[in-house]
């Protein structure tokens, strides 16, 4: 038999197709375990996603598990997310126990079903959350977190996720996100002519601020500044609302690109990068920014505050705040010197912290654990970054 297919099983069990921040994560998650591990994914169903952990290695099951949604917070939606559950578990276990699993590894507190399965299951489990909740009413955080005691090892990926877990997340493994940098870097302008055009990748979705970032650019051409502003991404299916709000508030500078499978021509088209979010766990974007070499303008919330540090690698500025943001953007315009130093500090501090391979290392490390049944890697492993 290949010495290959002695490799144990771990099964990743992920709630989306598509390919924004905790997606792309789970292409890390992969890489770090397919050279000691057989890796099977589980998506709900096919997408840009599935051809991405393909190429990572991973084998890809299609195995729809209800997602913890907003539509479920009804008597009605209850009784929805209770039948597709009823239906979905005996496959979760099956699969499982199927492929002999020697671990099962839940990316976001969002598919809990997966963490009753494993029990079910008898497969020890690991629970990656890269949600921070912590503006939910406490019972709906309770309720959150209450399947995480399934979990053998918690890792979450800032301490701001860990804090917004409450009591259950004192016992988390912070290990930050590992982001990969632009094969080829283009650095930004060295002066600015014609418009200065900011951009801010993510879906667009309240939580991202993409309002925020519209009022702000409107704000700052009524003061005088000729800018411009792109928007890189797309929305939630349900969310459309919310676009059609956004097209309505934007004028004729401001650009809805939709999405894009790579971040770095659009940034290569950037002066300034702006992550205006109201909730944050941890900001790929804001590191994916300073990789590419642009100035940062990113909102004091959460996990943001963990990458960006005000003056030295980029600008903070409050949140949902639009005449802040504004004043931000401004900061770094008037001093454009400057801002492109602090853009060179941020590009070297992103390398230092959040590179790849001591992502890789630390899952890998934490995953072997679980398996060989040790004690969960103490926090300590992430103090360095």
């Known amino acids: 038999m290949d010495e290959l297919d002695n490799r144990s099983v771990v099964v990743l069990a992920h709630p989306s197709p598509d390919l924004y921040g905790s997606d792309r994560m789970l292409i890390e998650s992969v890489r770090a375990l397919v050279p000691e591990r057989r890796v099977v994914v589980t998506l709900p169903s096919g997408g840009p996603l599935a051809r991405a952990l393909d190429d990572a290695g991973a ?5 729809p598990v209800p997602v913890l949604r907003k539509a479920y917070m009804s008597p009605l939606g209850l009784v929805r997310l209770a039948a597709s559950a009823t239906r979905a578990l005996p496959r979760a276990v099956g699969l499982l126990r199927r492929h002999k699993a020697a671990a099962l590894y839940v990316n976001t507190v969002t598919v809990p079903l997966w963490l009753v399965a494993g029990r079910l299951a008898r497969v020890p489990s690991l629970c990656h959350v890269h949600e921070a909740e912590d503006g939910v009413p406490g019972p709906v955080r309770a309720a959150l977190a209450l399947p995480l005691r399934l979990a053998k090892v918690l ?122 979010s109201r909730v944050e766990p941890f900001g790929n974007v804001a590191v994916e920014a300073m990789l590419a070499g642009r100035p940062v303008v990113a909102a004091a919330t959460q996990g943001l505050t963990e990458i960006v540090s005000d003056g030295d690698n980029g600008v903070l500025v409050p949140p949902d705040d639009p005449a802040a943001l504004a004043d931000g953007i401004a900061r770094l315009l008037a001093d454009w010197d400057g801002a492109l130093a602090m853009a060179d ?41």
Do not use: C, M
Not at 243 to 267: I, K, M, N, P, Q
Not at 374 to 382: I, K, N, V, Y
């Open 155 to 276: 890792v979450v990926n800032s301490r701001a996720s860990a804090a917004a877990l409450g009591r259950p997340g004192e016992r988390g493994v912070v290990i930050y996100n590992g982001v990969d940098g632009p094969g080829r870097f283009a650095g930004p302008r060295a002066e600015i002519a014609g418009p200065a055009r900011v951009v801010l990748v993510g879906r667009l979705s309240p939580r991202k601020g993409t309002d925020v970032a519209v009022r702000a650019v409107r704000l700052l051409r009524e003061r005088g500044h000729d800018v411009s502003l792109t928007l890189v991404g797309s929305v939630f299916p349900g969310y459309e609302w919310y676009e059609a709000e956004l097209r309505e508030l934007a004028d004729e500078h401001v650009t809805f690109a939709g999405f894009r499978s790579r971040v770095w021509d659009s940034f290569a088209e950037a002066d300034v990068a702006i992550v205006p």
């Open 59 to 63: 084998e890809i099951v299609i195995l």
């Open 345 to 385: 500090r941020g590009r070297d501090d992103a390398v230092r912290r959040f590179g790849q391979d001591r992502y890789h290392r630390e899952l890998r490390e934490t995953v072997r654990d679980l398996i060989d049944g040790h004690d969960a890697p103490a926090p300590s492993r992430t103090q360095s970054i």
